[in-house]
């Protein structure tokens, strides 16, 4: 079982940037494909990031495309999102996601297994 532990939100301007951490424990990080998933009030969960074991392979949605960036350190066992240019409509609590070695369906929460607990971001207008 993999622990996932996320951090780094917060409010913010719109306009602004933050990075969101995910950090991992208890298996082989590198074992992992990540994802980063947010779900606003009222909404359902929605698909923002994910990066592949190497880190070679990153999936955004097309909302965030260009604005946002997910990158993995393995040595730190820790998932990044880098947010750019952050809107109002980014406000959500965002969620971090693992899956062991690969999901074939990286867009829809089922196809993840391990989740944190999420941590709130707000962009004010």
């Known amino acids: 079982q993999v622990q996932l532990v996320e951090s780094g939100g917060g409010l913010v301007q719109a306009g602004g940037s933050l990075r969101l951490s995910c950090a991992a424990s208890g298996r082989t990080f590198a074992d992992y494909a990540m994802g980063w998933f947010r779900q606003a009030p009222g909404k359902e969960r929605e698909f923002v990031a994910a990066?592949?074991?190497?880190?070679?392979?990153?999936y955004y949605a097309n909302s965030v495309k260009d604005r946002f960036t997910i990158s993995r350190d393995n040595g730190e066992n820790t998932v990044y999102l880098q947010m750019n240019s952050l809107k109002p409509e980014d406000t959500a609590l965002y969620y971090c996601?693992?899956?062991?070695?690969?999901?074939?369906?990286?867009?829809?929460?089922?196809?993840?297994?391990?989740w944190g607990q999420g941590t709130q971001v707000t962009v004010s207008s």
């Open positions: 990066i592949s074991r190497s880190g070679v392979g990153t």
């Open positions: 996601a693992a899956e062991y070695y690969y999901t074939r369906d990286y867009g829809n929460p089922k196809g993840w297994s391990h």
